[in-house]
């Protein structure tokens, strides 16, 4: 799949100059166990999402990839730290601003979160319903194009059982990008899709990014997912950040195993791509030899 994917996706470019969109300053999370005592999920971190980035979590199982995506957006509140968006500190924010700010912030989930008694029109509209602030002309039009970002403009009156797991995922992202957010934020998207579709839904992540400039976070532990897709990459390993590269630096020196993994990974594709060129450039040969 690492090779078919990074065959079809060119990576995105970033903006250089620019402050970054997302700083976290020295962010952490406990959790309290149930037999007393507590957990740290994430211990204190800093990390900056350059606007324009699409930024990768990678780390195993429990290293704390979701609950540090969660305080982006303050679904997880950090115990300390700041949460920076846009220069404005999410953390100090009331009840309401904390609303409206996080219309700037989408997010897309694993088992893609749909109101499963909801046509995917009004699973769209849902985010542009909750604050009032669209007039019906203007709420359908902002739906279709979403819609049509998406690809899915002959599904909109389906439900979700009506739909296959890609389709589900896009109208997931439809939904995240109904407020025209600044970021998307990524939990695992495509971990519930079959290698085809994973491919066709990176291919609409990328597109976003492109088209309209939304700077992307995705966690993964797929690593071919890294490659077709990031930018920037950050290494978790129990709820510390061990490391992080740009993913086209490949003279810096790998400190984390999946670090290593992911530069492993890298040259094989690299490999298959010059072994399939070249047997393309022989057949070639025998074509015009015949
Ligand atoms: N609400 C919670 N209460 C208690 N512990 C939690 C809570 N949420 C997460 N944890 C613990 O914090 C750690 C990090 O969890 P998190 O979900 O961030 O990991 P992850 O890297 O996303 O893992 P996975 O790849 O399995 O999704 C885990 O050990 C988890 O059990
Ligand atoms: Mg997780």
Do not use: W
Request: neutral net charge; charged residues 25%; contains cysteine.
């Amino acid at each position: 799949m690492a090779r078919a994917i990074s065959f079809y996706i060119m990576h995105s470019p970033t903006m250089p100059g620019l402050p970054p969109l997302i700083r976290l300053e020295a962010v952490s999370k406990t959790f309290p166990l149930p037999g007393g005592g507590s957990f740290n999920a994430v211990c204190p971190l800093s990390l900056d999402v350059a606007q324009g980035q699409i930024f990768g979590l990678i780390g195993k199982s429990g290293a704390g990839k979701s609950t540090l995506l969660r305080m982006i957006n303050l679904l997880e509140r950090p115990d300390s730290g700041r949460v920076m968006l846009d220069g404005q500190d999410l953390t100090r924010l009331s009840k309401r601003q904390l609303r409206m700010a996080r219309q700037d912030i989408g997010m897309i989930f694993q088992q893609f979160n749909l109101l499963q008694n909801a046509t995917v029109f009004d699973n769209v509209a849902f985010p542009l319903t909750l604050h009032g602030r669209f007039g019906k002309v203007e709420l359908d039009a902002r739906v279709h194009e979403c819609l049509a970002l998406v690809g899915l403009t002959d599904k909109t009156h389906h439900y979700p059982a009506q739909l296959s797991g890609g389709q589900k995922q896009r109208v997931a992202i439809a939904r995240a990008l109904a407020p025209r957010p600044k970021v998307l934020l990524c939990d695992e998207p495509t971990s519930a899709l079959d290698a085809e579709t994973t491919r066709s839904v990176l291919e609409t992540l990328l597109d976003i990014n492109r088209q309209l400039g939304v700077t992307i976070v995705i966690v993964t532990h797929e690593l071919s997912v890294v490659h077709a897709l990031c930018t920037r990459v950050a290494v978790l390993e129990q709820g510390q950040l061990v490391e992080q590269f740009d993913v086209d630096d490949h003279a810096g020196r790998r400190i984390s195993v999946l670090g290593r993994e992911l530069e492993q990974e890298r040259r094989r594709a690299e490999l298959l791509k010059a072994y399939d060129a070249n047997i393309e450039e022989r057949a070639a040969s025998s074509r015009e030899a015949v």
